[in-house]
């Protein structure tokens, strides 16, 4: 039992170029999460998914696309990377079926990336 | 927006010491969690306090709750330097928003 997978764990892009975070659960949960970390700026929610063919947009949705393949995996694709997206992502499920859950989340590993 | 804040963003304590840190938040919710992420790594979830629930236990945690001061504190009794992470709230927004909000969190360093 993996839990919450993400790859890759580190990545460097430069500007304008696109990458696909991968993020994949082995709960059988219904909710997935996308969130960036900044320095002394918390969790901010990017997209979320309720459930499989369904995503939301969260407090920061600008510039990215995700995509809920089917009910284990949810990719968070950045089309045209720029220096802002520098951050640390980190993918999130949870038992939710309506997506607006307060169950815990549990988190991935996360991945680390650049954008020159 | 961040529904909750921690405070303070830095505490230092020596090992055996307890730790308390405090969130306080803005609106109404349904719970409030506590969270740790020790450093490079990904968030665990401590535990979940319900908005009619005044203090939970956990271990050597405590979690309390004043839905009047929209506050809540957690405290970690008999510090160890494996207790060194930085900690953080999550709360909803009430109503019929469930999406969990997280504050900037308070980092712990415990001193052995």
């Known amino acids: 039992n993996a839990g919450v997978t993400q790859t890759p764990k580190f990545q460097v892009l430069k500007t304008g170029q696109s990458m696909t975070l991968q993020c994949a659960q082995d709960?059988?949960?219904?909710?997935m999460y996308w969130y960036r970390q900044d320095p002394g700026m918390g969790l901010r929610l990017i997209y979320y998914s309720a459930s499989e063919g369904t995503t939301d947009k969260g407090e920061v949705p600008n510039g990215y696309n995700v995509s809920r393949l089917n009910k284990r995996e949810f990719s968070l694709r950045l089309e045209s990377a720029a220096p802002s997206q520098t951050s640390v992502y980190f993918c999130?499920?949870?038992?939710?079926?309506?997506?607006?859950?307060?169950?815990?989340?549990?988190f991935g590993p996360g991945t680390r990336l650049t954008v020159l | 927006s961040q529904q909750g804040e921690e405070d303070p963003q830095a505490l230092s304590i020596q090992e055996g010491e307890n730790a308390t840190m405090n969130c306080s938040y803005k609106?109404?919710?349904?719970?409030l969690q506590w969270y740790r992420q020790n450093s490079g790594r990904g968030l665990v979830h401590l535990i979940l306090i319900r908005s009619n629930e005044r203090e939970k236990h956990s271990g050597r945690l405590r979690v309390t709750l004043d839905t009047s001061k929209k506050s809540s504190s957690l405290l970690i009794t008999a510090s160890r330097a494996a207790d060194t992470a930085s900690y953080f709230c999550?709360?909803?927004?009430?109503?019929?928003?469930?999406?969990?909000?997280f504050g900037r969190g308070t980092s712990l360093i415990v001193h052995p």
């Open positions: 609106t109404s919710i349904n719970n």
């Open positions: 999550a709360t909803d927004e009430g109503g019929g928003s469930y999406i969990p909000t």
């Open positions: 999130a499920s949870n038992t939710g079926t309506s997506g607006r859950s307060t169950d815990t989340q549990y």
């Open positions: 709960m059988n949960h219904n909710s």
